[in-house]
């Protein structure tokens, strides 16, 4: 059976909403560090009942937001939030384990893993630390992971992929082992993610909205899903991405909602082939609700 995920945030009505919490710096200076571990304590919480709610409307993949903002911020780096929290993120791994909910996490936009400054290749690497050891503390199977884009075209796009190659070896091999690797859909095409991935060994995460709006090489897409799929671990089943243009904004614009004729007609052509479809739409749960509800 595929599962169909959505992301982050949950919002059936005014009176219920399930969302992570964030806070301003100033938060920080002002009623210290005993305020931001009651929002992080309060998003783990959060994660809990969205689990619980994925599970009690037949969903099996979810994107976790931001449990931790500011966590690698210079003024919340020195503290250990993962520590502290072991005995909440270990419940919350049992919690998606008994409910057999696959978790995976998105880099934030600052993560820029081949950039040509080092310190935000230094601040990126910290990052994907931090999302390497919240799925370690929660246990969460091999194929969990955190999916990141190649970054920066700083310098030409060969070199940028270079430095990618460089700095993802330079990683300890238990961060590397939650990285996947997506096509955007601007600069680095699906070809592109692919010749990191045969330097590197980083499984890829197929995008079809990107591939769509990106693809130089004019690769077809159940073949870019074949090889895409075919980078990934025996035992671990691949993850893919799938989302509509919005018909009035800009080319690579997200639609509201995901259409099921569309979605299954892409599926007819890879029935062959095993994966788990991450939903990158606006109405988020409606639509993997939906989809695992009319296609599972």
Excluded at 29 to 42: A, F, N, P, Q
Excluded at 267 to 285: I, N, Q, R, Y
Aim: with cysteine; hydrophobic share 35%.
């Amino acid at each position: 059976m595929r599962r169909f995920g959505f992301v982050a945030n949950i919002t059936t009505s005014d009176e219920y909403k399930l969302y992570m919490k964030s806070f301003k710096l100033a938060t920080l200076k002002k009623r210290g560090l005993e305020k931001v571990l009651e929002i992080y304590k309060e998003n783990i919480e959060t994660t809990s009942s969205i689990i619980k709610y994925c599970k009690n409307n037949g969903i099996k993949f979810y994107r976790m937001g931001d449990l931790f903002p500011f966590s690698t911020h210079p003024e919340l780096a020195h503290f250990d939030h993962i520590a502290h929290f072991t005995d909440e993120l270990y419940e919350l791994g049992q919690l998606a384990k008994f409910t057999k909910t696959r978790l995976s996490i998105h880099s934030s936009m600052y993560c820029k893993l081949n950039s040509a400054n080092m310190e935000t290749v230094k601040k990126s690497a910290l990052e994907l630390s931090n999302h390497a050891k919240l799925m370690n503390a929660m246990e969460l199977p091999a194929d969990n992971r955190t999916v990141v884009h190649v970054g920066s075209s700083g310098g030409g796009k060969d070199e940028a992929k270079r430095r990618f190659i460089h700095n993802f070896k330079v990683l300890p091999e238990w961060v590397q082992n939650r990285i996947v690797l997506e096509n955007d859909d601007k600069t680095y095409s699906y070809k592109d993610v692919e010749d990191i991935h045969k330097e590197t060994g980083v499984p890829i995460v197929l995008d079809i909205f990107h591939l769509r709006c990106h693809n130089p090489e004019g690769i077809d897409e159940i073949e870019a899903l074949r090889r895409a799929c075919g980078t990934w671990a025996e035992g671990e089943k691949p993850e893919i991405h799938f989302s509509s243009q919005d018909p009035e904004k800009a080319k690579g614009s997200h639609s509201a909602m995901l259409k099921v004729e569309e979605l299954s007609s892409f599926l007819d052509k890879a029935v062959d082939l095993s994966f788990d479809v991450m939903l990158e739409v606006k109405d988020t749960h409606l639509s993997a609700e939906r989809m695992t509800r009319e296609l599972s």
